[in-house]
């Protein structure tokens, strides 16, 4: 196995050109364990951990290398809640938000906040230079993304309006180091148009548009309105049973923790 | 040389909290476990296992894998010079599978190369070609079939007693593994001559060795098993891994061998608690006193026999719990299928029991309007019953009453402070406002048997080495991490009346057993041939120089020192080496009556949780308990042996479960088969209740194990409490509270 550390974008990009096939290193917190589980024997390793580059956060564009302690200790609330979901301390100061975008799990803790806010992944390559996608043009399957083999993702870019309440939670059997059976993300946005974006419910992180709609803009949902709203996220969530839940749990779970991040949310 | 002495006591003896002397080379990360062993030009080794449940070997192809550069070695069933199986209680298990498979993960050949990459690379080139069969999965059918291990009938007092009251509930138990932090490690090296040396993760060489040899086909004292450092084993290393197939390839290759199985591998590559289906059916009198319990409960062992016979042993004897009732009838069945093997586990078969049994008192204390704890006060077994199932009388302490009193007696705290989120249920995903949240309260008791039953010839070897320096205890005991060097240096301490006091974990060629470590039981029989052989030596010096007392200075005679250490020592170490037994006990009979236990222990645990009923989430909270101890030895090792056992035993009643499909596990893996975290971790508060007992060293009781037993059905009464729900199944998963 060749590991390349370079230290600057060009380098990492140069080397990325050099080896399409070579699997990125950030945080190491998904990619070493398939290693483990020897379900990926890289050849060739790009580490990516001394690229400056991709390391800040400056405002609406959080680098591809910023880890999830420094998300949690950041000033945006539901991004610092979903961090301190994610494993332990010590995995939260290796992980990043790329890696776990590029890991493109369903159940990648960070992807609801992206999902809800519209938020775009910046990414680049040496011949053709950076480009954005929208989170649904950038996750399109289970583990699957539309990074080439010649990019790298350099940032998560958040939209210039950000919302007035945003809230996460997420179920897991255990309360802490668990990969989420249900996460949500809810948002009350300035125009009071909400935003819902649910993780481990389907292939991908999605939206839930019909729950969205339903809520139009009431500031201050209530009662049947809110009843509604949970079956109608129930409803449009494409859950499926495995070991770790079933599909109709899921679907519950999903309406549930909806209805109260919307109450916790409300005007 | 003489001179005066002052009698002073020794310090770090029995009843002291001291420190055990593996503790800060563990915490500070200086203690050499299985994994780290090393030897000069060692190989790796590592094992091809069965992709199937059930299946017929068509064929089996080593050529590519013997080609590969670096692979010295690849062995199979032909391979096996001696007996081709092996187990504990019934060599039924191959040690390499040949014309069938019958479990996923079962062995097929094994390979040694020069590193662990290339050794698990050849593996997977062995071509295996199985014609896969419909594997036998469901222990019900199993038994329907009579494809059962042992089957235990319990029969006792009039079948037609009733009672006024009647309550009936089916109840399961999911698959817990052992999931020990180590994982299975050793390393075999070739003596030259024959023979090999093995150093290999244990909780009883002795076993281990006579089952290598046999199956190596090698003489007795050409096999040498090694103490190792072990990290956890919960029974989980008392059925052999890897220890035949290292030394097979170390004397194939005439090499030593090393083989460390990755996480998912220790998961195939060990046995797991048996999963539980159990029926119940208790009567009662109007005022709680039982009449008659009825019950029928399968144990699935898996593929192969392990201690099936012996665990659905135990959880027949313990069926009732810890209760008088005259009436009993109990069938027992291990079932044979082709899920993974089950065999030793923490508390082994009465965990299961414990389920049943206390789900059942509750069910009749509610129907009865009464406290759940009163009505287990009014059944209490004690000193002088007989135990319900077998009739065997309790000759020793059992202070069962005590501990309910006790337990009772502990307060219970107010709510933690629901500001800090992680005191919520889901904890930190935020998942649960306070208003979200029910409290429930649920208690449970259990009686466990201590040391081997059953008419089993439970020896125990020590030795005890006086020296200038003090004295020396030696053992074939394996330290697993509970404690053991700890509570013998302090046995010795105590009973010669020396300060210094070195522990010797030797090999099998250099002392006999000490039995297993397991059951409870290595306090009771190691502490306990180690008091012998201290007191007898202690005896024998004081006899042969006329002395009235030994301490650190010598023997000394009316407060003169007559003779030091070291002239006592003059022509060399003196060795006292004894075997202790413990009271004999017997086979049942047809009906299973009789007396086959040694000893007994009783616990009674209290839990509290907090419910998040609409998303299904539980915040265990507190589990209190008090425990019979006999006479505290170690007050510290003791409670951190409650404190596991209480972790281990919420771990199995709400998150912890081994998930098969047709016999394939699904979380082989610690992402998916979770155990508790600190952050699941309740407060414990405990109280040891000490009544000596019969035999154990100063009146010690093994405390191992009922830790585990009656926490887990506490944590789930105290679910039930708090959400009104039936609840017949442990562990407790999110969807049986949403979705029941």
Partial sequence: MEIVRPTTLDDAL?????????????????????????????????????????????????????????????????????????????????????????????????????????????????????????????????KQTALRPDEIIIAAILPEVMPVAEEFAKVGVRNAMVISTVSACVMRMPDSTWRIALGSVAPTVIRARRAEELLGTTAAPRGSLLAEVADAVAAEVRPITDHRATEAYRRHASGVLVRRLVGRCAA | ????????????????????????????????????????????????????????????????????PGVVAVLTQADTAGRRTFGLEEADQPVLAAGAVRFWGEPIAVVAAHDPDTARRAAAAIGVDIEELPPLSDPEVAVEQGSVVRHIRIRRGEPDASGAVVVEGYYEVGQ????????????????????????????????????????????????????????????????????????????????????????AESFTGHVHRHPARMWYRHEANEDGALVK??????????????????????AAYFAVGPYRVDNVSVDGYGARTNNPPAGAMRGFGAVQACFGHESQMDRLAARLEMDPLELRRRNALGSGDPNATTGQIIEGSLPTVRVIDELAAIPVPDPADPADVRNRPGGTGLTTDPGDIRRGIGYALSIKNLAFSEAFDDSCEASVILTPMGAEVRTAACEVGQGLAMVCQ????????????????TDTSEIGSAGSTSASRQTQMTGGAVL??????????????????????????????????????????????????????????????GAPHADFAVAAHRAVVDVDPELGLVRVVRVDTAQDVGTALNPMSIRGQIEGGIMQGLGLAVMEELVLDEGR??????????????????????????????????????????????STPAVV????????????????????????
């Fill in chain 2, 532 to 593: 012998k052989a201290c007191e007898e030596l202690r005896d024998r010096i004081l006899t042969e120089h006329g002395g009235d007392d030994l301490t650190d200075d010598g023997v000394v005679r009316g407060g003169e020192v007559v003779a030091t250490l070291a002239e006592l020592c003059a022509s060399g170490p003196i060795e006292h080496r004894v075997v202790f037994r413990h009271p004999e006990t017997f086979s049942t009979d047809e009906n299973g009556q």
């Fill in chain 2, 490 to 505: 302090q046995i010795a301490r105590t009973a010669l009346g020396l300060n210094h006091v070195a522990v010797v974990f």
């Fill in chain 2, 1 to 68: 040389m003489t001179g005066t002495t002052v009698k002073v006591p020794v310090r770090g003896g029995v009843g002291e909290s001291t420190m055990r002397p593996d503790g800060i080379p563990k915490v500070t990360g200086n203690f050499a476990f299985a994994s780290d062993l090393y030897a000069d030009g060692m190989l790796w080794g590592a094992t091809r296992r069965s992709p199937v449940a059930h299946g017929r070997i068509r064929r089996v192809d080593i050529g590519a894998a013997l080609a590969m």
């Fill in chain 2, 176 to 263: 817990q593994d052992q999931a020990p932090l180590g994982t299975e490690a050793g390393l075999a090296i070739p003596d030259g001559e024959g023979g090999v040396d093995l150093w290999a993760v244990s909780q009883w060489l002795h076993a281990d060795h006579e089952q290598i040899h046999l199956s190596l086909g090698v003489a007795p004292d050409q096999v040498r098993c090694h103490p190792v450092g072990v990290g956890g084993a919960f029974g989980s290393r008392e059925d052999m891994s890897m220890h035949i197939h290292l030394c097979m390839l170390a004397l194939r290759t005439g090499r030593p061998v090393k083989m460390v199985y990755d996480r």
């Fill in chain 1, 14 to 142: 140069a080397a990325r050109d050099a080896l399409p096939g070579a699997d990125l290193l950030a945080g190491g917190t998904d990619l070493m364990v398939e290693v483990n589980f020897h379900h990926r024997e890289p050849e060739h390793v790009i580490a990516l951990r001394r690229v400056s580059e991709i390391a800040g956060w400056e405002g609406r564009r959080i680098g591809a290398g910023v880890t999830w302690t420094r998300m949690e200790k950041g000033p945006l609330r539901a991004l610092a809640q979903l961090s301190r979901t994610v494993g332990s301390p010590q995995i939260r100061n290796a992980g990043t938000i790329g890696g776990n975008i590029g890991t493109a799990s369903p159940a990648g803790d960070g992807l609801p906040y992206l999902a809800a806010l519209d938020a775009e992944i910046e990414v680049a390559s040496a011949g053709r230079g950076v480009r954005r996608l929208r989170w649904d043009e950038f996750l399109v399957g289970v």
């Fill in chain 2, 717 to 740: 009464a105290a679910i039930r409490d708090a959400t009104g729900l039936e609840l017949i199944r442990a562990p407790v998963r999110p969807e049986h509270i949403v979705l029941p």
């Fill in chain 2, 665 to 710: 596990m699904l979380n082989a893996n610690f992402t998916d088969y979770l155990l508790p975290t600190f952050a699941d971790a309740p407060d414990v508060e405990c109280r040891l209740v000490e009544e000596p007992g019969l035999w154990g060293p100063f009146g010690a009781k093994g405390v191992g194990e009922p830790p585990t037993i009656s």
């Fill in chain 2, 293 to 314: 319990v009825e019950a029928k409960i399968i144990l699935d062992g898996g593929a192969y026999a392990s201690t099936t016979s012996a665990v659905i042993a135990n």
